[in-house]
């Protein structure tokens, strides 16, 4: 039976080293376990965690039925549980938190039965007044159960990644996983896609501006994420080992973290696009996740990639057009004056679009060859997300394209983090890809 723990044990352990810098990792959490049944391991699990006496199981009407109700059965062999249920759509924002916290106050440990937003609730409400707490994944939807931020919506309507605490350990049921709905493990793929567009887009950013890189979190996935795409159309069969090999690429992708202490190097311009959706699609949102959002907008970065890389003489930019009253005319008062906050800091006076065209003049032979490197043909990114039942354009997600164009041109305004999209409007180039671009 394959051993889906190696290389995640060594990690942990602080047995693993990045070859080239002697670095390992500083890991915020005991124990992560992948194995393809955990069905009535809970106690063993939970126990050495020391997460206290009394426990609350915390789950909602979908990942109840799929693995809360078994958990919360299990740990009645440690202690008192209090069974928690949330209704279905659970999103992490301010309110949801304040009644994670209300709900679970008599418990001295939180356990969570659940992916992506279920799981930011508990570690954010837990985070806020200082419990433990543990995750059991239901999905193989998202690679954040490791992060140590969580992604919280502010009642502003602001979403934003805020520091938190990572879990005490991270429990995953391969056969839960592969039974949960496939749009969840094609969004788990989704976000694994931007791999090679953010790896792009923060090379490109310290080889131009000099800050800090780190190829750690790449060595990291880099033998995992062959098979994950191999496996790809197996997530849309239900196929254990097509999660297995999804779950591990996504909890070695959240292990960057601990390398580096931030998250560049799964976030970049694709997922700064999937941001702008949440925070501004607005009634017109379709509902789609995290995952699926990075993986169409993953899939579009690439072909952006692609093209300017095509280019034999490097892009020229002009000065950044940025101006506080459009940004507060798009996004109204509050949010417009915090976007312009940030993006003002990544924007270019003409002296300084002159300086950067001088050096990207300079570095741009080498730095597309170095880039060339990273890229993944696009195609095959779209054909492993279609064959693994995940939307690959716009329309499938439910957007308009008219909206799909807005969140790839403005996506650069939601955060100081410098990407291809950036370079691509102050160049004047991205109306023109995006027109084309077929979504
Ligand atoms: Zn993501």
Not at 34 to 46: E, M, Q, T
Not at 133 to 140: G, H, L, P, R, V
Not at 397 to 426: H, I, T
């Amino acid at each position: 039976m394959t051993d889906w723990n190696t290389l995640i044990r060594e990690v942990l352990a602080g047995e693993w080293r990045d070859p080239d810098t002697g670095q390992t990792a500083k890991v915020p959490f005991e124990t992560i376990r992948i194995d393809n049944s955990l069905d009535g391991a809970a106690p063993d699990l939970v126990a050495p965690l020391k997460i206290g006496r009394r426990i609350a199981v915390v789950s909602d009407i979908n990942t109840r039925d799929a693995m809360g109700k078994r958990v919360a059965q299990e740990l009645k062999a440690l202690g008192a549980v209090d069974e928690v249920v949330l209704p279905g759509d659970t999103h992490c924002d301010e309110p949801t938190i304040a009644r994670v916290q209300e709900l679970t106050r008599h418990a001295d440990g939180v356990v969570v039965v659940g992916s992506g937003s279920l799981s930011d609730a508990c570690k954010f409400a837990t985070f806020k007044d200082g419990r433990k707490y543990a995750c059991f994944a239901t999905a193989s939807s998202m690679n954040g159960y490791a992060a140590s931020t969580a992604s919280v919506t502010l009642n502003s309507g602001y979403k934003t990644s805020l520091p938190s605490h990572a879990p005490r350990g991270i429990f995953i049921d391969l056969q839960v996983c592969a039974d949960a709905p496939i749009r969840l493990s094609a969004a788990g793929l989704g976000d694994s896609l931007c791999r090679p567009t953010a790896q792009i887009d923060w090379w490109a950013s310290h080889r131009l501006f000099d800050t800090f890189y780190s190829a750690t979190p790449y060595k990291l996935v880099a033998d995992d994420e062959p098979k994950m795409i191999a496996a790809a159309a197996d997530l849309a069969k239900h196929g254990v080992a097509a999660n297995g090999h999804l779950q591990r690429v996504l909890t070695l992708c959240g292990f960057g973290v601990c390398f580096t202490g931030v998250s560049h190097h799964g976030s970049m311009g694709e997922h700064q696009v999937s941001h702008w959706i949440d925070m501004f699609a607005g009634k017109n949102h379709p509902g789609t996740t995290h995952g699926q959002q990075v993986g169409v907008a993953s899939l579009a970065m690439a072909r952006l990639h692609r093209e300017l890389l095509s280019l034999d003489r490097p892009p020229k930019i002009c000065a950044t057009r940025i101006v506080e009253a459009e940004f507060v005319s798009r996004y109204g008062e509050d949010i417009g004056r915090m976007c312009y906050a940030e993006a003002r800091k990544k924007a270019f006076d003409a002296e300084g679009a002159a300086a950067f065209n001088g050096k990207l003049e300079h570095l741009w032979p080498e730095l597309r060859h170095e880039l060339e490197a990273f890229l993944m043909d696009p195609a095959d990114m779209k054909a492993a997300l279609g064959a693994a039942g995940g939307p690959v354009t716009a329309t499938e997600l439910g957007l308009s394209v008219e909206l799909w164009r807005q969140s790839m041109k403005y996506a650069r305004d939601v955060r100081n983090r410098w990407s291809f999209l950036d370079l691509a409007d102050d160049a004047g180039l991205l109306d023109d890809f995006l027109a084309r671009d077929p979504q």
